[in-house]
């Protein structure tokens, strides 16, 4: 199982749309992934839905606080491995620093990533 980590606010001033192309990125990475035989995971698959669903109406709200980097964090834990993908982004560089220190795999391209066996 690989956490697929990547820019989510960073640099989006919270655009709705620019928010959406980066979930975009890390699902079109999760879907290679995939293909390629691992399993994708992404914070932002689960965490999302629990916000609108407690009520979150803007990302950096005390709900927002409340669930989203604790859902990547509590995900983090059962992966094997990180993909970091994509520009600047001090979230998706904590959970890499999280993988290493907990001595999982940490990748930087799918190029690195090991066929799945």
Do not use: W
């Amino acid at each position: 199982m690989i956490l697929v980590a990547g820019p989510y606010r960073s640099g989006t001033a919270d655009d709705p749309a620019k928010l959406a192309a980066n979930v975009r990125a890390m699902n079109e990475t999760a879907l290679r992934l995939f293909r390629a035989g691992h399993l994708p995971v992404t914070g932002e698959a689960l965490a999302l839905p629990l916000l609108e669903t407690a009520g979150s109406t803007r990302p950096g709200d005390p709900l927002y606080d409340e669930i989203f980097h604790p859902v990547a964090e509590q995900l983090l834990a059962r992966c094997d491995a990180v993909l970091r993908i994509g520009g600047p982004s001090e979230g998706a560089d904590r959970m890499v620093a999280q993988a290493r220190e907990a001595g999982k795999y940490v990748y930087r391209s799918l190029e690195e990533v090991p066929a799945a066996g």
